[in-house]
């Protein structure tokens, strides 16, 4: 007689998961991504990602206009076997539609931003960005800490509408100062009070 051993994964289907799939599968690990019709399920976060994540949102908040929204850590619908989940998004206002709502689509997205983890980093800095440009995102920052003082350094990119590429505009360390999207200005040094 042969035992059974029951697993909490669940099992995809043949040609794979798709949107609804990950937005409706209960007990998924928080911050689950669907990639390609693949799950990918992220490890636990380190504290730079955690306290750059919130230095941002707390600038993008402060100096985005009224019609645009910043958000952590939510999906982003880019098509159906693609829903990552964007450390950081800047939506349209209207996108917002109740404090229950758990993705975004892409069509909303002003900008995209990741954190560059060590277990995430050709997701972050080669499949994700290469997705977000083919879908349209307008922007996208990749942050990396770097230097012996690991501090972060925010890449800025912004599309290039007929090549569905990003191309780079800029690398800030100490001052995130931009005039697109929209004026920001975040400084980058608050992370050591963090």
Do not use: C
């Amino acid at each position: 007689m042969t035992a059974e051993i029951a697993h909490p994964w669940p099992v995809p289907p043949q040609d794979g998961y798709t949107v609804d799939d990950l937005l409706t599968l209960p007990d998924l690990p928080p911050h689950t991504e669907l990639i390609d019709g693949s799950l990918v399920f992220v490890s636990p976060q380190r504290y730079f990602h955690s306290i750059v994540i919130d230095l941002l949102v707390s600038g993008l908040r402060r100096t985005a206009p009224p019609e645009l929204r910043a958000a952590r850590e939510m999906s982003v619908v880019l098509d159906r076997r693609n829903g990552p989940e964007p450390d950081i998004s800047v939506v349209r206002a209207g996108a917002v539609r109740s404090m229950e709502q758990t993705y975004f689509q892409v069509r909303d997205v002003l900008l995209a931003v990741e954190v560059v983890s060590p277990e995430s980093e050709a997701r972050d800095t080669d499949t994700k960005p290469h997705k977000y440009a083919a879908a349209g995102i307008p922007h996208f920052w990749r942050v990396e800490m770097a230097g012996t003082d690991l501090q972060p350094i925010v890449q800025v990119f912004e599309l290039d509408k007929e090549t569905r590429t990003y191309v780079p505009t800029g690398t800030y360390r100490d001052t995130l100062k931009l005039s697109v999207p929209f004026d920001i200005d975040i400084d980058l040094t608050e992370i050591n009070q963090l």
